[in-house]
């Protein structure tokens, strides 16, 4: 039979091809750009418009009841759009301030509620307890959601994602959901784990895809002593992230090292004394890595035994910072770690930022970033408060090495020289050469060139290719004489930069700056208009 006649497979492609969602799940850095967030939601639900043209379509033709309710069930939040179509649940008064909703359970579940409820429950496949739409414990909740026998409502659910903190909830599903089923499992909350999420995490350890795991520090012996279980022999485990430190209680180092799958990896090991692995390990599939240490001494002794061939994406904060924070090193130790990799987004920050130490012994000159352009990078992002001074010729530099580089943070807030050796011919070569940077922070030294009136600028820029995609400029404590002309000059580099993010004054002194670089963005939306349609102008 011709391919046309196949009914079903039509109505579910029509189905499909209207499921848009909201979240698409990031499975390569090639499809996200530089951006990974190692926070976002494990599930994809529907666009909102993308749901109300899927119900009016279900609810059009019988033949496309099922494949409807597939796709509108297939992610959700929260168990309250269950619990409603049984009317088992009451609204309650919404919070003055965040205007949440919240919901509590109003009687007994039943036998008879068991055929409605599981028409949509059992095509449910990815389900996150969040505080968006909570159900809120009340006494007696628990026992009002149960059957009293065992029932399975949750025959297909592979993610299982909790950011709220209320049990009910989560019992609920973990009662009864199927014994088979959990691959993806994330619970990030402010406070201790529920025993009954990390006892479902020890059973389907041999079969989790994905764990996700952090409670702010209050279930740390819990978090510790399930990880444990569950890495103590190789699993398919592709992504695990433990923003908890439990290098107390394993070695995670070690242990992740033989997972043969792994290509996520988040972990937490601020303890000072820490050595990291316990030998040379070699992450083989390891494309996105985020680590906390304890400060950049741990860290450069922990890289000394790590290999990261595959690596794309390195994110690391280190949380107590050495009075020189060893620039050079750790620039050094990344660039050896990351020898062989294709590394296209580089973050290196101190958490939470302080203000820069004085004085600095290490100053990161204009050739020291050369160890890092080697790698095809498309970010950049570095404040850990270092000693720079770089000048002009740096900028030619990193543009020629990454023409594709759409984030390039260099600790404006970070010991410059005053003023700056950039100046604004740094800035020109940047915009003539990275046309797709979006975001850039550096301290430059902005007095004006000789022809800052408005005409001359304009010619002087005519011809040349701008970047039409800069909306941001994070300029530190950079040196600023005169506001408006200084919007002017940007304006002419970067046409729709909307705003310079000024260092936040932490004296007297800095007064003066900040408020110029304020008036600097009040400027440059009138500017930046003006600009563009000087060259709609000159093309038509």
Not at 132 to 157: C, N
Not at 204 to 222: C, I, N, P, V
């Amino acid at each position: 039979m011709h391919p046309i006649f196949h009914i079903p497979e039509l109505v579910n492609l029509i189905v499909q091809h209207l499921a848009i969602r909201g979240l698409q799940a990031v499975d390569s850095l090639e499809n996200s750009e530089w951006l990974y967030d190692k926070a976002k939601e494990a599930i994809n639900p529907l666009d909102q418009m993308a749901l109300q043209d899927i119900k009016a379509l279900g609810q059009a033709s019988k033949v496309f009841t099922e494949a409807c309710l597939n796709e509108a069930w297939l992610s959700q939040t929260g168990v309250v759009g269950l619990l409603r179509l049984v009317d088992a649940v009451e609204e309650l008064p919404r919070d003055g301030l965040l205007n949440l909703s919240k919901w509590r359970v109003s009687r007994q579940l039943t036998e008879n509620d068991i055929p409605v409820l599981l028409r949509h429950s059992s095509r449910i496949q990815e389900l996150a307890l969040s505080s968006t739409q909570r159900l809120v414990d009340t006494e007696g909740a628990k026992e009002m959601l149960s059957f009293g026998r065992a029932v399975i409502l949750f025959p297909r659910l592979r993610t299982l994602s909790r950011r709220a903190s209320g049990t009910a909830e989560l019992d609920f599903v973990i009662s009864t959901v199927g014994d088979d089923c959990l691959t993806d499992m994330s619970a990030v909350i402010s406070g201790p784990i529920p025993p009954n999420f990390l006892v479902k995490v020890e059973e389907r350890r041999r079969y989790l895809r994905s764990l996700y795991l952090s409670s702010a520090g209050h279930s740390k012996s819990d978090i510790g002593r399930t990880v444990k279980m569950v890495l103590a022999e190789p699993t398919g485990l592709a992504e695990l992230h433990i923003l908890d430190d439990i290098s107390e209680h394993i070695n995670v180092w070690d242990a992740a090292a033989q997972l043969p799958r792994l290509t996520k990896l988040t972990l937490r090991d601020a303890v000072s004394s820490s050595l990291g692995p316990s030998s040379v390990v070699t992450y083989h599939q390891l494309v996105v890595f985020d680590l906390r240490m304890g400060n950049p001494d741990t860290f450069i002794h922990a890289m000394n035994s790590v290999v990261l061939p595959s690596l794309q994406s390195f994110e690391i904060a280190v949380v107590v910072p050495t009075s020189t924070h060893r620039p050079l090193d750790v620039l050094s130790a990344i660039s050896r770690s990351c020898d062989k990799s294709p590394l296209r987004s580089l973050s290196i920050s101190i958490s939470p930022p302080r203000e820069p130490p004085r004085p600095s012994e290490e100053i990161l000159g204009p050739d020291s970033l050369d160890v890092l352009m080697r790698f095809p990078l498309t970010r950049l992002e570095i404040g850990m408060s270092w000693p720079w001074n770089l000048t002009d010729s740096s900028m030619e530099k990193i543009a020629r090495a990454w023409p594709n580089i759409a984030v390039l943070d260099l600790d404006p807030a970070g010991d410059w020289p005053i003023p700056s050796n950039v100046t604004t011919d740094g800035l020109e070569l940047l915009s003539q050469l990275c046309p797709r940077l979006r975001m850039l922070g550096i301290q430059f030294n902005s007095a004006p060139p000789d022809f800052y009136r408005a005409e001359e600028l304009y010619y002087h820029v005519q011809g040349r290719v701008w970047n039409a995609t800069l909306n941001m400029l994070a300029v530190g404590r950079s040196v600023i004489d005169s506001p408006q002309n200084v919007a002017l000059f940007l304006s002419c580099l970067f046409p729709n930069l909307e705003t310079c993010l000024p260092q936040m004054p932490a004296e007297e002194a800095h007064e003066l700056a900040y408020q110029q670089w304020t008036q600097v963005s009040k400027f440059l939306p009138a500017m930046g208009l003006a600009r563009r349609q000087e060259r709609w102008w000159d093309d038509a």
